[in-house]
């Protein structure tokens, strides 16, 4: 069973790319904000920065790894 939120932190990182796209995906899903949606946020972008080690969504490198260092500072 995946955290709440889960569903809806991994649309988001996939709008990492787009800032304004990802900026307006937060807004329409504030669980993404709330305590329960962390758990959902650290869990997606370290699934996800895993997926890069192996040469996967390289392209998510960078979005990804600030990602992980605003998570870190919640």
Request: with cysteine; proline share 7%.
């Amino acid at each position: 069973m995946a955290p709440e939120g889960f569903d809806a932190a991994t649309l988001y990182a996939y709008t990492l790319l787009q800032p304004d796209t990802a900026a307006r995906f937060r807004t329409a899903f504030p669980v993404l904000g709330s305590p329960a949606g962390l758990a959902a946020e650290a869990t997606v972008c370290a699934q996800l920065l895993q997926t890069v080690s192996r040469g996967d969504n390289l392209t998510l490198e960078g979005p990804l790894r600030n990602w992980s260092e605003e998570l870190r500072h919640r």
